[in-house]
Each structure stands twice: as structure tokens, then as C-alpha cells.
T-cell receptor, first 113, second 112 residues
Framework: DVKVTQSSRYLVKRTGEKVFLECVQD?????MFWYRQDPGLGLRLIYF???????EKGDIPEGYSVSREKKERFSLILESASTNQTSMYLC????????????FGNGTRLTVT | QKEVEQNSGPLSVPEGAIASLNCTYS??????FFWYRQYSGKSPELIMS????GDKEDGRFTAQLNKASQYVSLLIRDSQPSDSATYLC????????????FGTGTQLKVEL
């Protein structure tokens, strides 16, 4: 079974703090993704990566950056957290084939106060 | 902006009935389609994938795809209270790739 592990289940941070969300997958997947999920808005793609040190912007990249130094690890960085970044953050991974489904981690519920 | 539309529900069905969940998409070139189940407070889990027109069955679940009508559906037979969840439809972009577009989900409630 694919295992995608997110480092924290719940996080509370203050406005202006730098926040790191970590994600590790154990199935040697090429692709990794970061989504946020908000009520009524569904899942929205923030960033994704098809390879080590490679990243592409998703639909809502503003206020976020990512890092992929190793194949199994994909980090989401909030440079200066704001209250509108309070959300559920979901990491996912998939094989490099175009028809491969995404496998999600358990999610991190981030609250910015 | 490519779109995936789902009725938000809630869709209420009695235990043992068939639940029918629907999804329409705007990208005519989409090739891969997925259904995810998401329990409240949990992350989405894959339950079905479908790539060709027609029906695909897996246990109590049947996915149906009609590319001409840009329509994909999920049928759940013999619905159980444990099926109560939000069901997300996800669609791949033209040309393939894993940058899926998700619908906002349909909430299903199976009542005793």
C-alpha cells in the first residue's frame, strides 16, 4: 500500500510566521502535489512536482513556495502566514504515468491566528 | 479554467438502496476519471478509476463514463450507513498528466 505521511495533523501558527509542512511518500512516486481544501471551494492545487528539484505552480500558488530536494519528500512553505491560509492542506503522490491516481496523506489542518 | 461539476447534496438514500452520484466535466480531451470518498475530517481515498466509455464494476461500486456527453457517474448498490461520506469526482487534463481537477463533491447520507 502507498503511504503518504504528513508530519503534522494539526498546527496552530501566528500571523507572519514562516510555516513548513512536510510530506513523505514511500512508494518511489515521481509526482507529488500540495492541495488545500476549503468548504465550498473543494480541492485546489497549490504546487506540484514531477521530479526532484522541479516544481510547477498550480492554481493558487500565491503566498506559498515548495521544495523537493529528495524524491520522497515534498515540502510546502508559507513564507509569512496569514489568516486566509487557515485551511486543510493535503499532500498527494502518484506514479509518473498520466493515468495514475493520486494517493493522499492524512492532511494537516492549519490554523493561523 | 477547466471545470468539474457535482451536485453538492446532501443526497439521502435509505439503507439497501442504490445511490447515484453524477459528475460533468468541461475538458473534452480528458482521458482519466477518478472517484474518491472522503469521510468528514479525513483525507480522500480512491475508490474507482475509469478510462473508457461504458461501465466498470468493483464490488458494490459501478463507475459509468460517457465521453460524448462529458459525464461520469458512480453507482453504489446496497448502500450502507458506512457509505455516508462526500464523494469527489476528479478528471485529468487534455493530453494526460496527473494535474487532476476535482469537483467540490457530493455529500451522501445513507439512512437506517
Amino acid at each position: 500500500d502507498v503511504k503518504v505521511t504528513q508530519s503534522s495533523r494539526y498546527l496552530v501558527k501566528r500571523t507572519g510566521e514562516k510555516v513548513f509542512l512536510e510530506c513523505v511518500q514511500d512508494m518511489d512516486h515521481e509526482n507529488m502535489f500540495w492541495y488545500r481544501q476549503d468548504p465550498g471551494l473543494g480541492l485546489r492545487l497549490i504546487y506540484f512536482s514531477y521530479d526532484v528539484k522541479m516544481k510547477e505552480k498550480g492554481d493558487i500558488p500565491e503566498g506559498y513556495s515548495v521544495s523537493r530536494e529528495k524524491k520522497e519528500r515534498f515540502s510546502l512553505i508559507l513564507e509569512s502566514a496569514s489568516t486566509n491560509q487557515t485551511s486543510m492542506y493535503l499532500c498527494a503522490s502518484s506514479l509518473g504515468r498520466g493515468d495514475s491516481p493520486l494517493h493522499f496523506g492524512n492532511g494537516t489542518r492549519l490554523t493561523v491566528t | 479554467q477547466k471545470e468539474v461539476e457535482q451536485n453538492s447534496g446532501p443526497l439521502s438514500v435509505p439503507e439497501g438502496a442504490i445511490a447515484s452520484l453524477n459528475c460533468t466535466y468541461s475538458d473534452r480531451g480528458s482521458q482519466s476519471f477518478f472517484w474518491y470518498r472522503q469521510y468528514s475530517g479525513k483525507s480522500p481515498e480512491l475508490i474507482m478509476s475509469i478510462y473508457s466509455n461504458g461501465d466498470k464494476e468493483d464490488g458494490r461500486f459501478t463507475a459509468q463514463l460517457n465521453k460524448a456527453s462529458q459525464y461520469v457517474s458512480l453507482l453504489i448498490r446496497d448502500s450502507q450507513p458506512s457509505d455516508s461520506a462526500t464523494y469527489l469526482c476528479a478528471v485529468s487534463p487534455t493530453g494526460g498528466g496527473n494535474k487532476l481537477t476535482f469537483g467540490t463533491g457530493t455529500q451522501l447520507k445513507v439512512e437506517l
